[in-house]
């Protein structure tokens, strides 16, 4: 159904294919993770849309896919994504389009930062195992 909609003419039916892709991203996460190369292909041919509209639902779409994949997605797609949104940036006419550009990359960081927090976590708890190794063991 998505890849029906998101390849019709019109973008109407685009728009509401690249919603309803972002939308159920996160009971499909398991789905996306295993397809994640043509989730965030399929989700960057919205951005790069002609029609403002069926952008902004791709750029919705990028930006819970990055939430559900982090940080996998922001790892593997980094030097690909990040040039395309910082150009969109700079390049949307539309104040609305620019906003939404960072709030995407705002979830693209947080991705990241998720990352670093969790291996931080893990990095704290092996700390505080080797403190008490001796007395442990």
């Known amino acids: 159904l998505i890849q029906v909609c998101v390849k019709s003419t019109d973008w109407k039916q685009r728009s509401a294919g690249y919603m309803l892709m972002g939308l159920i991203s996160?009971?499909?996460?398991?789905?996306?993770?295993?397809?994640?190369?043509?989730?965030?292909k399929l989700a960057c041919s919205g951005i790069m849309d002609e029609n403002v509209?069926?952008?902004?639902?791709?750029?919705?779409?990028?930006?819970?896919?990055?939430?559900?994949?982090?940080?996998?997605?922001?790892?593997?797609?980094?030097?690909?994504?990040?040039?395309?949104?910082?150009?969109?940036m700079t390049n949307e006419p539309l104040i609305k389009m620019q906003t939404h550009v960072v709030s995407t990359l705002i979830n693209f960081a947080r991705g990241l930062l998720n990352d670093d927090e969790e291996e931080e976590e893990s990095n704290k708890g092996a700390k505080i195992m080797n403190l008490y190794s001796t007395t442990l063991f």
Request: proline content about 4%; hydrophobic content about 45%.
């Open 26 to 40: 996160e009971a499909c996460k398991e789905s996306m993770k295993k397809n994640m190369d043509e989730a965030i």
């Open 53 to 88: 509209r069926v952008r902004h639902s791709g750029l919705s779409c990028l930006a819970l896919l990055l939430t559900e994949l982090e940080p996998r997605a922001q790892i593997r797609f980094h030097s690909e994504l990040m040039p395309v949104l910082l150009g969109m």
